[in-house]
């Protein structure tokens, strides 16, 4: 009876299952309901990481003892070490576990993590008691305790890092992208995923960083953990009505194929024009042939089909040597991940730009005006413009923005903006912000206070700067989720996300280098630099303008690789060939 039932049901056409591997019913599984569940548990999670990542650094020196050089490069290697983690956990998603169980056991290392920090932190760390704020420093810490500490941050990195590229594409799993409704929905998805990212953090930055900021740690991190595990629970109680993908073979195994078959056949001759390409490789349902492009042609020799793979396929009994040869699916699949890297590395520079708002944004604004009568406003917390900036574009985009341009389009009516055009204008507007934060610190400059090293310029004047770095976050972020998540092999979804958080990284990585080296040079002959601790004795100005020189050069070279890209195009799913034979 169970059988008749759910052969009448219509299920999904992209290979879906449900928990029980079986094909996921459309009106049963998946859709806004699964979705909305991830969005609140990303939200959650984001609440929880930042909680603690907001005010690390302040932790570092007021409780560990340690000076600002130490406790900025230790932050930077927990940050980069996040990312890190993310391509482990994408890779084990991919390769293994599926995407389902990725978050979970990754949710529980974060949860441990922030767990263990609460408790040894109120039990260990703070001593002697009252200690942890600007005026009370801690007392220096036993070999076993900073272990302890250094073992709880580096779960939480474990856990957030290997969850956070996997949520994002399994909240995307749960719609068909090969249904029209459903396929509009998935797009949408991305945006409010990272409105719920931004949410998340808009608490941690502005409510959880006060209470720490005033020596409240055990309490911050304990409302990091509840919040952890709230989002842990949530995430659970959507189990049986998830969407879930199979994991296939290893995509780093197929990808390995392809090169060490091309290399083998380096030298045989080949009519370009003219080629016996190898392409009958076996379907599962929802999976779909990439068709043959002409870039990357060396790459196509691992598609021909030679006397030698005939002769071991009669020697085998019924099959090919993969390591010899490989479908043309398979073979384009590596021109995709090829293809996407000149994408993706024009993002890190923006992300270099990116970067600058929980940085030298901070410095610039805690060296202007920062009281209102009585009231001492906090540098830190004008991202919060920021936030509220990208909750207001993604849904001006949404809604009017992206309709607009639909109507507007002569070429393709009734479609707005490539995800490529949306990234190219996050470019611009990032150029736009640089200039603004460079035209502010001349005027701040010329309103500076010589006894207090400050300015009487207002903080607020950073508003702009920070509304547009929002604006450029929602075309830049959300449309290079949007594109890797489309463009990306079907076994490489979850790389494709970790992908846009290591562009994050290496950001950081590449702002620290251009300080360093900007420095460097600046401060030759006694001079005291562009960015000297006392900003009034710096050009902190020349260093945004040449970042937007920078970023437009970047965007230069981003227009080349953009209109190089060619889309992948593939055939109709196995799921809806068979669909078609049956009508």
Same mark, same amino acid.
């Given at each position: 009876?169970?059988?008749?039932?759910?052969?009448?049901?219509?299920?999904?056409?992209?290979?879906?299952?449900?928990?029980?591997?079986?094909?996921?019913?459309?009106?049963?599984t998946?859709?806004?309901? $699964? %979705?909305?569940?991830i969005?609140?548990?990303?939200?959650?999670?984001?609440? #929880?990481f930042? !909680?603690?990542?907001?005010?690390l650094?302040?932790?570092?020196t007021?409780?560990?003892?340690?000076? +600002?050089?130490?406790?900025?490069?230790?932050?930077?290697?927990? $940050?980069?070490?996040?990312?890190?983690f993310?391509?482990?956990?994408?890779?084990?998603?991919?390769?293994?576990?599926?995407?389902?169980?990725?978050?979970?056991?990754?949710? #529980?290392?974060?949860?441990?993590?922030?767990?263990?920090?609460?408790?040894?932190?109120? %039990?260990?760390?703070?001593?002697?008691?009252g200690? !942890?704020?600007?005026?009370?420093p801690?007392?220096?810490h036993?070999?076993?305790?900073?272990?302890?500490?250094?073992?709880?941050?580096?779960?939480?990195?474990?856990?957030?890092?290997?969850?956070?590229?996997?949520? /994002?594409?399994?909240? =995307?799993?749960?719609?068909? /992208?090969?249904?029209?409704?459903?396929?509009?929905?998935?797009? =949408?998805?991305?945006?409010?995923?990272?409105?719920a990212?931004?949410?998340?953090?808009?608490?941690?930055?502005?409510?959880?960083?006060?209470?720490?900021?005033?020596?409240?740690?055990?309490?911050?991190?304990?409302?990091?953990?509840?919040?952890?595990?709230?989002?842990l629970?949530?995430?659970?109680?959507?189990?049986?009505?998830?969407?879930?993908?199979? &994991?296939?073979?290893? &995509?780093?195994?197929?990808?390995?194929?392809?090169?060490? %078959?091309?290399?083998r056949?380096?030298?045989?001759?080949?009519?370009?024009?003219?080629? +016996?390409?190898?392409? *009958?490789?076996?379907?599962?349902?929802?999976d779909?042939?990439?068709?043959?492009t002409? !870039?990357?042609?060396?790459?196509?020799?691992?598609?021909?089909? $030679?006397?030698?793979?005939? /002769?071991?396929?009669?020697?085998?009994?019924?099959?090919?040597?993969?390591?010899?040869?490989?479908?043309v699916?398979?073979?384009?699949?590596?021109?995709?991940?090829?293809?996407?890297?000149?994408?993706?590395?024009?993002?890190?520079?923006?992300?270099?730009?990116?970067?600058?708002?929980?940085?030298?944004f901070?410095?610039q604004? =805690?060296?202007?005006?920062?009281?209102?009568?009585?009231?001492?406003?906090?540098?830190s917390?004008? *991202?919060?413009?920021?936030?509220?900036?990208?909750?207001?574009?993604i849904?001006?985009?949404?809604?009017?923005?992206?309709?607009?341009? #639909?109507?507007?389009?002569?070429?393709?009516?009734?479609?707005?903006? $490539?995800?490529?055009?949306?990234?190219?204008?996050?470019?611009?507007i990032?150029?736009? =912000?640089?200039?603004?934060?460079?035209?502010?610190?001349?005027?701040?400059?010329?309103?500076?206070?010589?006894?207090?090293?400050?300015?009487s310029?207002?903080?607020?004047?950073?508003?702009?700067?920070?509304?547009?770095?929002?604006?450029?976050?929602?075309?830049?972020?959300?449309?290079? @989720?949007?594109?890797?998540?489309?463009?990306?092999?079907?076994?490489?979804?979850?790389?494709?996300? /970790? @992908?846009?958080?290591?562009?994050?990284?290496? !950001?950081?990585?590449?702002?620290?280098?251009?300080?360093?080296?900007?420095?460097?040079?600046?401060?030759?002959?006694?001079?005291?630099?562009?960015?000297?601790?006392?900003?009034?004795?710096?050009?902190?100005?020349?260093?945004?303008?040449?970042? #937007?020189?920078?970023?437009?050069?970047?965007?230069v070279?981003?227009?080349?690789?953009?209109?190089?890209?060619?889309?992948?195009?593939?055939?109709?799913?196995?799921?809806?060939?068979?669909?078609?034979?049956?009508?």
């Amino acid at each position: 009876m169970d059988q008749k039932v759910r052969h009448t049901e219509v299920c999904t056409q992209d290979g879906s299952v449900d928990r029980h591997g079986n094909p996921a019913s459309r009106a049963k599984t998946g859709k806004w309901l $699964t %979705a909305i569940l991830i969005l609140v548990n990303q939200g959650l999670a984001t609440l #929880a990481f930042f !909680g603690v990542g907001v005010n690390l650094v302040l932790f570092l020196t007021r409780v560990m003892g340690q000076d +600002n050089a130490e406790a900025a490069n230790n932050v930077s290697k927990w $940050t980069g070490t996040v990312y890190i983690f993310s391509l482990l956990g994408a890779f084990l998603s991919d390769s293994y576990w599926g995407r389902y169980k990725t978050c979970a056991i990754f949710q #529980a290392s974060f949860v441990a993590g922030l767990v263990l920090l609460s408790l040894s932190t109120g %039990a260990l760390l703070l001593e002697p008691s009252g200690c !942890g704020v600007e005026e009370s420093p801690c007392k220096t810490h036993s070999t076993v305790t900073t272990v302890i500490f250094y073992l709880s941050v580096y779960l939480i990195a474990l856990g957030y890092g290997g969850y956070q590229p996997n949520i /994002a594409t399994f909240g =995307a799993d749960q719609f068909d /992208a090969d249904d029209s409704v459903e396929g509009h929905s998935k797009i =949408a998805f991305f945006s409010y995923f990272y409105l719920a990212l931004n949410l998340g953090s808009l608490f941690s930055n502005t409510v959880l960083g006060y209470f720490e900021d005033q020596g409240a740690w055990p309490l911050g991190f304990w409302a990091s953990a509840g919040s952890a595990f709230a989002g842990l629970v949530l995430f659970l109680t959507g189990t049986p009505k998830y969407r879930h993908f199979t &994991p296939r073979e290893s &995509p780093w195994s197929r990808f390995c194929q392809v090169l060490v %078959a091309s290399t083998r056949k380096a030298k045989i001759d080949v009519n370009y024009d003219d080629m +016996n390409l190898y392409d *009958s490789e076996t379907q599962r349902t929802g999976d779909k042939k990439i068709l043959h492009t002409k !870039g990357f042609r060396f790459l196509d020799r691992a598609a021909i089909v $030679t006397p030698d793979d005939e /002769a071991e396929k009669v020697e085998s009994g019924s099959t090919y040597d993969p390591w010899r040869l490989c479908s043309v699916t398979q073979v384009e699949e590596v021109k995709c991940v090829l293809r996407l890297l000149p994408i993706w590395l024009c993002t890190i520079l923006y992300s270099v730009v990116f970067t600058q708002m929980a940085s030298l944004f901070v410095v610039q604004g =805690a060296a202007m005006k920062t009281n209102i009568k009585d009231f001492r406003i906090p540098a830190s917390s004008m *991202s919060s413009f920021d936030i509220l900036s990208v909750a207001f574009f993604i849904f001006a985009y949404r809604r009017f923005l992206d309709p607009l341009f #639909a109507r507007l389009n002569k070429t393709e009516p009734n479609k707005g903006l $490539t995800e490529l055009q949306r990234m190219g204008i996050g470019l611009v507007i990032a150029i736009m =912000a640089m200039i603004a934060a460079g035209i502010v610190e001349i005027y701040r400059l010329k309103h500076m206070e010589t006894v207090s090293n400050s300015s009487s310029l207002s903080i607020f004047w950073q508003v702009p700067q920070y509304m547009m770095i929002g604006a450029s976050e929602v075309f830049m972020y959300v449309g290079q @989720l949007e594109f890797f998540n489309s463009q990306a092999p079907t076994g490489l979804k979850s790389f494709a996300s /970790a @992908l846009c958080m290591a562009s994050i990284s290496l !950001g950081n990585y590449v702002s620290s280098l251009l300080v360093s080296i900007v420095m460097k040079i600046s401060t030759r002959d006694d001079l005291p630099g562009w960015i000297p601790g006392n900003l009034n004795k710096g050009h902190l100005d020349r260093f945004y303008f040449l970042l #937007a020189a920078l970023t437009a050069a970047d965007f230069v070279v981003y227009m080349v690789c953009a209109k190089w890209y060619k889309y992948i195009k593939s055939e109709a799913s196995f799921s809806e060939s068979m669909a078609e034979e049956e009508v």
